[in-house]
Nanobody, 126 residues
Framework: EVQLVESGGGMVQPGGSLRVSCTVF????????MSWVRQAPGKGPEWVSA????????YYADSVKDRFTISRDNAQNTMYLQMNSLKPEDTGLYYC???????????????????WGRGTQVTVSS
């Protein structure tokens, strides 16, 4: 059974840092491109970042570029999102998602994902 399990969310003050993780089960992790998507309260999903299967290519939304870093450890079946200089507008539920094909353009559309985790909450507030 395919599972994606996020962890590491929490509450942090503006300007702070947080790292969220996504550990996967039930499929060969190193064969798939992966992505982070977030959803703020009362808003639709927003693509945040993506990484190709071997970690060599990384993609970011303009809103997080130069503040967030995506990475993956294929030996540990885990993907990470290091978030620095956090802002209140970064608040939301952060989901990891498996890309069904290959990343050819960004932002990724919702139909390009085939599996999702349940999300981890990130709250940026003073």
């Amino acid at each position: 059974e395919v599972q994606l399990v996020e962890s590491g969310g929490g509450m942090v003050q503006p300007g702070g840092s947080l790292r969220v993780s996504c550990t996967v089960f039930g499929f060969t992790f190193n064969r798939y491109d992966m992505s982070w998507v977030r959803q703020a309260p009362g808003k639709g999903p927003e693509w945040v970042s993506a990484v190709n299967s071997n970690g060599a290519r990384r993609y970011y939304a303009d809103s997080v570029k130069d503040r967030f870093t995506i990475s993956r450890d294929n030996a540990q079946n885990t993907m990470y999102l290091q978030m620095n200089s956090l802002k209140p507008e970064d608040t939301g539920l952060y989901y990891c998602a498996r890309v069904s094909g290959l990343i050819t353009a960004t932002p990724l559309a919702l139909h390009e994902y085939d599996y999702w985790g349940r999300g981890t909450q990130v709250t940026v507030s003073s």
